[in-house]
């Protein structure tokens, strides 16, 4: 089990910015997704073991994914917030070293903290 623990969501407003914290204990692959309600969970970003980046097309531009491998934490920088960022974000990971958010299977996954963006 990789334990994988969220923090840093809460409420802005549109325009402004949040930085989402992932804690953990080790990277492969590792990934951001979002769940808004009553949709299903849509992929955000992810960064490799090679450090290779992908984005979603909707955060392309105003979301950076980076990791501090000495802290073992994972980030995801949010600026320009649009209202339809509201939603549930949780981290992901896999024990595959290769990958990304939107082709490779996510084994773990933390509980998630909730970003909400008025407008």
């Known amino acids: 089990q990789v334990p994988l623990e969220e923090s840093g969501g809460g409420s802005v407003q549109a325009g402004g910015s949040l930085i989402l914290s992932c804690a953990a204990s080790?990277?492969?692959?590792i990934a951001w997704f979002r769940q808004k309600p009553g949709n299903e969970r849509e992929g955000v970003a992810s960064?490799?073991?090679?450090?290779?980046?992908t984005y979603a097309h909707s955060v392309k531009g105003r979301f950076t994914i980076s990791k501090d491998n000495a802290k073992n934490t994972l980030y995801l920088q949010m600026n320009s917030l649009k209202p339809e960022d509201t939603a549930e974000y949780h981290c992901?990971?896999?024990?595959?070293?290769?990958?990304?958010?939107?082709?490779?299977?996510?084994?773990?996954r933390g509980q998630g903290t909730q970003v909400t963006v008025s407008s």
């Open positions: 080790t990277f492969r692959c």
């Open positions: 960064i490799d073991s090679m450090d290779r980046l």
């Open positions: 992901a990971a896999t024990d595959y070293p290769y990958g990304d958010v939107f082709s490779s299977n996510f084994e773990y």
